[in-house]
């Protein structure tokens, strides 16, 4: 008797749990017997009511109904207290509007445990679901906005919170926090070094693909950009924060209205709509390939744009997680163009300045606490004005971000000089490595593993003006303290460094600064360090430290 109840509970293929479904039977049996139905005659009452839901199309008795919501209530579902209630009105509104027959909205709706444990604990949205249950084997694909009715029947459909800037999980928390880190991730990077910072990352993250590529393609190092396709990037890369979601997907989470908002506040010296963002989603669900062949402006940072969400696609979903927040903090990099400093120092140097800049440099033991922007600034202007170029020396990195990488421009530091044999002098190369507060020992060990690499690249360069064993290469540490017995000179092995002699100074701010040209102090200073400083790129961080300097 109760095989024949079960196989006809079984029939509605209700959500309850399998080791739940002998106490859904007897719930069941419970209120058929109180409606005078006993014995063999349950199982086909039973039988007869689903029959004639199924034949009048969503027409449901009150009495199925009620069998229904009992057995549900009793499957020991963790959503079952939300879906007893409205399991019949959404098993309805699944085949009237996602186009699902009878069978296939019981079949979708017996997986509500599945659905709503993979939202609740897998913080998975209704697109990233619906292609799971899709691969699962349900017959057909999974309409996601079926999904999504579920979820919210349920009471945990996924959602963006607009929040505020003291609200960690909201969209304003996260632009705010966005803001924070992307200075000290950046620096003073540029879009160009910012994306390459932001490649590096990705590739050890498990991004597929050349993304710095993809990154200069849809921003040009000059800031030559198309808007819309901006924010679409950041509107998804807020979605993967909180959500595990397929990001090519764009309409789940409503990129319209407040949600969206933070988008017209965020680029607005860039754009003054977010109209043009949401014109180029128009009628699409999803960005792909397709989509990006039917542009008719800017059809390559189009695909550019798709290849990086497929990228991201593709990718587990804590690595996506900080992938997406390395790319929002690029984008709020780019949207600081064409806003002048907020707090930008003096256009020129003066004597005094610069003689009350390098007294307090001198005098500070842990440093600025600009993550070196300032030191290396600094170091820039005194180093050029040491070795000049009517001298004959050359420069290479004057100005260069503190986060840019050493080996890509084939520097021996942060900058360097060098200058060929002249007048009986042999040929020289000068670098500079600036440090704000300690110099430590592993720091050190870190820069001389990129040097073997960065004086293979050049080798040949330097070969090209005299044979390597005529160059004379000293590297200059300055730094405010030295660590692990570190100080005065030492030689590297030749061996190590393609045959070149180097030697290795260590110097105080102090000492350095010893070695200036005085009458060069003021303009080198106007173009190493205040001008740099008050590009879009330095941190107001920065700035702030330098003005306090200078008072």
């Known amino acids: ?78 959503a079952n207290d939300h879906l007893a209630k409205n399991y019949c009105k959404l098993h309805s509104k699944l085949q009237r509007e996602h186009a699902l027959k009878f069978d296939e909205a019981a079949a979708l709706l017996s997986y509500c445990e599945v659905i709503y444990d993979l939202a609740v604990a897998h913080w998975m949205s209704a697109s990233a679901i619906s292609r799971l249950l899709s691969a699962h084997g349900i017959r057909g694909e999974v309409p996601w906005r079926a999904v999504q009715h579920i979820l919210e029947a349920l ?103 407040r949600n969206a908002g933070f988008l017209r506040d965020t680029y607005r010296f860039l754009t003054h709509t977010a109209d043009a963002f949401l014109n180029n989603m128009k009628a699409v669900e999803r960005l792909d390939r397709a989509w990006a062949r039917g542009r008719k402006q800017e059809r390559v940072r189009a695909h550019a744009l798709v290849a990086i969400l497929e990228g991201m696609e593709r990718m587990a979903f804590l690595p996506r997680i900080e992938l997406a927040a390395w790319l929002r903090q690029w984008l709020v990099r780019i949207t600081l163009l064409g806003r002048p400093p907020a707090n930008p120092v003096p256009n020129i140097a003066t004597e005094t300045s610069v003689r009350k800049v390098l007294t307090v440099l001198a005098t500070m033991r842990n440093g600025t606490n600009t993550g070196g922007v300032i030191e290396q600034r600094i170091v820039d202007a005194v180093a050029a004005t040491i070795h000049r170029e009517e001298e004959g020396w050359r420069a290479r990195g004057l100005g260069f971000p503190v ?78 303290e030295f660590g692990g017995g570190l100080g005065g000179r030492r030689t590297l092995p030749s061996a190590e460094y393609q045959g070149l002699r180097i030697e290795l100074e260590f110097q105080t701010y102090s000492e350095f600064q010893q070695a200036a040209e005085p009458a060069q102090l003021v303009p080198s200073f106007t173009k190493n360090v205040h001008e740099v400083l008050n590009e879009w790129r330095t941190p107001r961080a920065a700035r702030e430290v330098f003005l306090k300097m200078l008072t």
């Open 155 to 257: 009471g945990v459909k996924p959602a963006l919170e607009v929040g505020s800037a003291s609200e960690p999980g909201t969209i304003e928390g996260l632009i705010c926090a966005d803001r924070e880190e992307a200075d000290e991730r950046f620096l003073d990077a540029d879009i160009s070094g910012g994306a390459e910072l932001v490649s590096a990352a990705a590739a050890e993250l498990g991004f597929e693909g050349d993304l710095q590529q993809h990154l200069l393609t849809l921003c040009d190092a000059d800031g030559g950009t198309f808007v819309p396709y901006l924010q679409i990037l950041h509107f998804q890369c807020m979605v993967a924060a909180f959500y595990d979601h397929p990001v090519t997907m764009v309409y789940e989470f409503s990129p319209r209205g």
């Open 403 to 480: 986060s840019a990488s050493n080996l890509s421009s084939r520097r021996l530091g942060d900058c360097d000089f060098q200058r060929p044999p002249q007048a009986g002098v042999p040929a020289q190369l000068v670098a500079y490595e600036a440090t704000g507060g300690r110099l430590t020992r592993t720091y050190l060990e870190g820069h001389l593993q990129t040097l073997r690499r960065s004086v293979a690249a050049r080798i040949g360069e330097l070969e090209g003006v005299t044979p390597r064993s005529n160059w004379r290469v000293r590297i200059v540490f300055v730094a405010h």
């Open 1 to 78: 008797m109760h095989g024949e109840l079960r196989a006809s509970l079984r029939r509605l293929l209700l959500p309850v749990a399998l080791d739940k479904e002998p106490a859904a039977v007897a719930a069941i049996q419970e209120r058929l017997n109180a409606l005078g139905i006993h014995g063999a005659d349950q199982a086909e009452y039973l039988r007869q009511r689903v029959d004639e839901w199924r034949s009048t199309h969503g027409t449901l008795s009150g009495a199925l109904r009620d069998l229904i919501e009992v057995a549900i209530s009793a499957g020991g579902l963790a």
